[in-house]
Structure formats: structure tokens, C-alpha cells
């Protein structure tokens, strides 16, 4: 390579390392090598997986996949079939249908297919941080809007940030980090009046009460993204689905995506879930009753406050040092999601809402340190 060939690699580098990075939390290798603590005995409640479901169960799938699917082959079938499938169960036409590697995929498909440099993208603070990641990677521009002090949307903040700048709201709901479902007539009232692309992104719908996908009929503007992560338990497999009029949808499926950007693994598991929606709705049921539980109990302790939730997972507060309780959790074996100040208020953490076992453990040592 000749200097100018280097010089401009190195520019280049440099570019991308002047980019903020996603930090992936703590896993359970992090304990066992720091606190000494087996790998199989800690609790992991830091990144909203879904423990209800059995991992034998999962795994039984999975060997019945691996016994039908052609490793040799690439699958378009699986692709029209899953398509298919995802339209029956949110109830639209499978021309709605966008799939991908995970729903962040999909998003960052979208932030590059509809946003240029001079583009505006628009978001809540604070939300998942996959947004603002990618629109800067890009090189947009990327707007805050705090939520209200109910966490709330300032509906008005939103729509005011846009100035006429045509590009994408981004919202999630229910929210991530603090677990709340938007009202619907606020997300309404952002769509009809917003200059651009509405992304809802409803990653944790199946654990609260409503969904927008069918609106996705009656705004052109719209685009509402699920993923099988969370609900269905398939974290590590990586699908994800998007919901939009047919044009954007075909636009978007046909001349933006990779071409089988989905590994025939992936869409056939995803295909036998769909088949059996009602044993994964009783998981469902089950998280959310736990949910209700845990929240009772951690606003029984003194000196922690939690927040409503309607996702699968609980947003709390503690008087303590937030950064110090989160140490002495991982010194116990329990690992929680740091967050910090949310609004006004400090010292927050996030909770996974684990299987009663876990939850106990989790209970007991944050009882410990709190007292």
C-alpha cells in the first residue's frame, strides 16, 4: 500500500473510531471471572431475554428444524412461508411484511434507505439507543425530546423539533428503558401530524395491551417494527419483522435488504412458533403475572422505588448509589442493567423479569444491600 493509499485507511479508521460504540452489558463469563461466582449460578436479568420459556423446549425445536431444512440450500420458500405466517398472526397481508436479521436490523435498514446527511431523525429521551447509533453512523441529524415527568410523550416537543424537516420520528413502545406503553392517542396525534416517516418500534408489544400494526393500513407514514427476541424466546437467533403499507414494505424487502438476509435456521424456527402461538402466549401470561409480583415486592423495600411496566422488564430507583448497589448485585452473582439518571430522577437501574427462582435471589440480595 503507498502512502496516500495509507493515509487514507488511516483516516478512515479514524472516522470510525471517532463513532460512539454500542457497550454490550456484563454476561454471566464477566462474573465468573471477576467474582469468582460458577457461570451456572448466576442470575442474568440485564438484557430482557425471556427465561419462561424452557430452554429444552426451544432446543426440541430447534433438532426438529435441523431434521427438515437443507443446509445446502438457500431458501426463498422459507422467506414466503414466514411472510405468510407473520401476516395470520398480526392480521394483514403478507406483502406487509418486511424480515431481517432482528429488528435493529430492519432499523438500520430503514435509517439508510429514507435519511440522507441532511436528514432529520427525531426520538425520546430516554429510549433504546439503537436509534441514535445508527442515525449518527450515518451522519444525520438526531433529536431528543425528553419525555414528561409521567413518562409520557410531549407530543407537542416532537412535532415542534421537526420544524418542517422531513425524516423519521423513532418510538418505543412499550419504552425502553422505562417500560411504559404509550397512550395511542398520542401516537396517533405524532403520526398524522409528523413531516416524515413514523417508526414505532414495538419490541415488547406482546407484554402489554395493545399494538398499532393494524394502522399500519391506514397511514402511509408508518412503519411499526417486531422482533422474535423478547415474546418468543429466540434472542440468539436473530428475526426480526417489519409492518408497513405494501409499497414501502416491497420497496424496502425487494431493493433495500440483503438478499436472504435471514439463514433458513432462523425462518424455519420462526415458522414452528408461529405454529404453536398459544403455548408461547402462556409463557407470556405467566412473565406477566411474575412481573406484577416482582414490582410489589421491590417497592416493599425500603429505599427502592419501581415503575409500572408493561414490557418484561422493571425500571427502579435507588437511594443508594445506584453504581455501588449494581457492584455489590454482581459481587452476589445478580446482574441488572445500569441506566443511571432518567429525567430528574437518579439512580436507576433495570430489571429482567426472571422465573420465580431468579427473581428470589435477585430479591434477597438487593434487600441485603439495601438495607
Known amino acids: 500500500m503507498d502512502k496516500n493509499s495509507e493515509e487514507w485507511l488511516q483516516s478512515k479508521l479514524r472516522e470510525i473510531k471517532s463513532f460512539n ?72 397481508p403478507s406483502d406487509y411484511v418486511i424480515l431481517g436479521n ?13 435519511l440522507g446527511k441532511d436528514s432529520v431523525a427525531v426520538s425520546i429521551k430516554p429510549t433504546y439507543s439503537m436509534y441514535k447509533w445508527s442515525v449518527n453512523h450515518l451522519g444525520a441529524k438526531y433529536f431528543e425530546i425528553p419525555l414528561r ?24 413502545s412499550p419504552n425502553n428503558p422505562t417500560g411504559n406503553q404509550f397512550e395511542l392517542e398520542d401516537v396517533r ?33 408508518l412503519i411499526v417494527t417486531r422482533t422474535f427476541s423478547k415474546a418468543f424466546g429466540l434472542a440468539g437467533v436473530r428475526i426480526g419483522y417489519a409492518l408497513s403499507n405494501s409499497e414501502i414494505s416491497t420497496a424496502i424487502f425487494e431493493y ?14 420462526a415458522l414452528k412458533v408461529l405454529e404453536m402461538v398459544d403455548r408461547f402466549k402462556k409463557s407470556i401470561d405467566g412473565l406477566k403475572e411474575e412481573r406484577e409480583k416482582l414490582m410489589g415486592r421491590l417497592n416493599s423495600i425500603k429505599g427502592v422505588r419501581a415503575f409500572k411496566s408493561d414490557a418484561n422488564f422493571i425500571l427502579f430507583q435507588v437511594m443508594k448509589p445506584y453504581e455501588k448497589v449494581f ?45
Open 256 to 269: 433495500a435488504q440483503l438478499p436472504y438476509s435471514l439463514n433458513c435456521i432462523g425462518l424455519r424456527l
Open 21 to 92: 460504540r454500542y457497550v454490550k452489558p456484563e454476561s454471566a463469563l464477566d462474573v465468573t471471572l471477576e467474582a469468582g461466582i460458577e457461570a451456572e449460578k448466576v442470575i442474568k436479568l440485564n438484557q430482557n431475554e425471556n427465561l419462561f420459556l424452557s430452554k429444552d423446549f426451544l432446543c426440541s425445536l430447534l433438532n426438529d428444524v435441523i431434521n427438515e431444512i437443507d443446509l445446502r440450500l438457500y431458501s426463498k420458500e422459507g422467506e414466503v412461508e414466514l411472510k405468510e405466517a407473520i401476516g395470520k398472526y398480526v392480521g394483514l
Open 149 to 172: 415527568e409521567d413518562f409520557s410523550l410531549n407530543v407537542e416537543g416532537i412535532l415542534e423539533s421537526s420544524k418542517g424537516n422531513k425524516g423519521i420520528c423513532f418510538i418505543c
Open 327 to 371: 457492584n455489590d448485585l454482581f459481587d452476589k452473582g445478580v446482574l441488572v442493567r445500569k441506566i443511571g439518571k432518567v429525567l430528574n430522577l437518579e439512580g436507576c437501574l433495570r430489571v429482567t423479569v426472571g422465573l420465580p427462582y431468579m427473581n428470589d435471589r435477585f430479591i434477597e440480595a438487593l434487600t441485603s444491600i439495601s438495607e
Open 102 to 114: 432482528g429488528s435493529d436490523q430492519i432499523i438500520d435498514l430503514i435509517i439508510r434507505t429514507f
Open 189 to 221: 396525534a405524532i403520526i398524522e401530524s409528523f413531516p416524515g416517516l413514523v417508526l414505532v418500534d414495538e419490541a415488547y408489544v406482546e407484554f402489554a395491551k395493545n399494538s398499532l400494526t393494524k394502522l399500519v393500513k391506514k397511514y402511509k407514514n
